[in-house]
């Protein structure tokens, strides 16, 4: 079975700095992979997905992320944050091809922007 | 679209009475899946259909839990003889197969339960 990892449950940053957010998955096969959104208040909105190809993908609002297969790793991205990215973000891994297409969530970290 | 709906958003009840939720896909998926996420997680899976066929069903989902998607369009959520470790957030998503690449799946915004 899958696991996913995301190693920081609170980061606090202020407006402008750049954002990287870890996420590692435990699978042994091909993945598909995702960084969701949380808003306060809100549901959860897909950023952006990689499933093949670039392994750099971008997303919505200048995220983007990288996939290092060699690592296990699927790092969130931006290079300037802004207040209005306070939100909690969710890593999430599905296996590719295996008829399988439940998500496997991290469980979170929380973004505090501040002005 | 007009998003993956959920009803009610907020349910509060008494230890060994019986709830139902209701997830409304948007129009026109025909993959539907219920997740639950507790304070400080992420969601986790529980159950899966394809239009009416239910084809995944995660070890979290007891016998206290049954979930239906009879034509295929929205989809309920029952739980029998509620439990205080069933409170959580009960979330609702929704795809579509064949739009190519891999799928996205859509959340609703979830109806919160809390066991007294």
């Known amino acids: 079975a899958q696991s996913v990892s995301q190693h920081n449950h609170h980061v606090i940053l202020s407006e402008a700095a750049s954002l990287e957010l870890g996420c590692n998955y435990s699978y042994g096969g091909t993945v598909n992979l995702f960084w969701y959104v949380q808003y306060p208040g809100q549901h959860l909105q897909l950023l952006l997905k990689y499933f093949s190809g670039d392994p750099l993908v971008k997303g919505i609002k200048g995220f983007e992320a990288e996939f290092i297969k060699s690592k296990f790793s699927f790092n969130l991205r931006k290079p300037s944050v802004q207040w209005s990215d306070t939100a909690e973000y969710f890593c999430a891994v599905n296996p590719s091809g295996a008829g399988s297409y439940q998500l496997t969530f991290g469980k979170g970290t929380k973004l505090s922007v501040i002005p | 679209d007009t998003g993956v709906s959920q009803d009610p958003r907020h349910k509060i009840t008494k230890r060994g009475q019986n709830v139902t939720f209701r997830c409304d896909p948007i129009s026109e998926h025909n993959r539907l899946y219920w997740y639950r996420q507790t304070l400080g997680q992420g969601p986790e899976f529980l159950t899966y259909f394809q239009n009416e066929a239910q084809l995944e069903k995660s070890r979290l989902l007891s016998d206290r839990f049954s979930a239906e998607r009879p034509k295929g369009s929205f989809s309920t959520l029952e739980i029998q003889r509620t439990e205080q470790g069933d409170s959580a957030m009960y979330l609702c998503?929704?795809?579509?197969?064949?739009?190519?690449?891999?799928?996205?799946?859509?959340f609703g915004p979830g109806t919160r339960l809390l066991v007294l």
């Open positions: 998503a929704s795809s579509s197969s064949g739009t190519g690449g891999v799928e996205t799946q859509y």
